[in-house]
T-cell receptor
Framework: GESVGLHLPTLSVQEGDNSIINCAYS??????FIWYKQESGKGPQFIID?????DKRQGQRVTVLLNKTVKHLSLQIAATQPGDSAVYFC?????????????FGTGTLLAVQP | GAVVSQHPSRVICKSGTSVKIECRSL??????MFWYRQFPKQSLMLMAT?????????EQGVEKDKFLINHASLTLSTLTVTSAHPEDSSFYIC??????????FGPGTRLTVT
């Protein structure tokens, strides 16, 4: 079935440290991956994406790494700030019939300690 | 960036009644809209995919007669939860996609069935 978590793993970091959030995806045919940030009571917010023909992509303070061999995705956040505290989800784009659809991972709660 | 709105943001209804949630793309034409459900501390679970003017495609295990989806225009999709029960209480999130891969998410609707 689809990825649904019964609980959220938590990553606790100190303000200013770098954070690394990991994700395992399920479908080797997935061609596009996205990281989302979700704050409590809000919808997901796009952070960064990467296509399957790349293995690294950098944003302003974030980097996404893709390892297709082991179907692993990671999000690195540099100099983590209290405002980064949220739940982070990876999502993979899967072709579902005529329409592509996103399947979300279980999520990781990032708690930034001041 | 592209904006997706949902209405209402919160709704409380009595068991056995129906409730409609609207999802609108405000500044782009959404050829495809998606509906997700999210229980506390869990991931987003895709319920259905709808293309404008076509019947929605439901994910396995989602009752199409209970969750009615209408995508009558390129800017509006509605989800109607019929004969709602307390177990339908959840956070419902829509997303919309235009002519690219990227999906834009709405802010979510908190449904509480009493």
């Amino acid at each position: 079935g689809e990825s649904v978590g019964l609980h959220l793993p938590t990553l606790s970091v100190q303000e200013g440290d770098n954070s690394i959030i990991n994700c395992a995806y399920s479908n080797s045919a997935s061609d596009y991956f996205i990281w989302y940030k979700q704050e409590s009571g809000k919808g997901p917010q796009f952070i960064i994406d990467i296509r399957s023909n790349m293995d690294k992509r950098q944003g302003q303070r974030v980097t996404v790494l893709l390892n297709k061999t082991v179907k692993h995705l990671s999000l690195q956040i540099a100099a983590t700030q209290p405002g980064d505290s949220a739940v982070y989800f990876c999502a993979e784009n899967i072709k579902g019939g005529a329409t592509n659809k996103l399947i979300f991972g279980t999520g990781t709660l990032l708690a930034v300690q001041p | 960036g592209a904006v997706v709105s949902q209405h209402p943001s919160r709704v409380i209804c009595k068991s056995g009644t129906s409730v409609k949630i609207e999802c609108r793309s405000l500044d782009f034409q959404a050829t495809t809209m998606f509906w997700y459900r999210q229980f506390p501390k869990q991931s987003l679970m895709l319920m259905a995919t709808s293309n404008e003017g076509s019947k929605a495609t439901y994910e396995q295990g989602v009752e199409k007669d209970k969750f009615l989806i209408n995508h009558a225009s390129l800017t509006l999709s509605t989800l109607t939860v019929t004969s709602a029960h307390p177990e339908d209480s959840s956070f419902y999130i829509c997303s919309a996609r235009g002519y690219s891969y990227e999906q834009y998410f709405g802010p979510g609707t908190r449904l509480t069935v009493t």
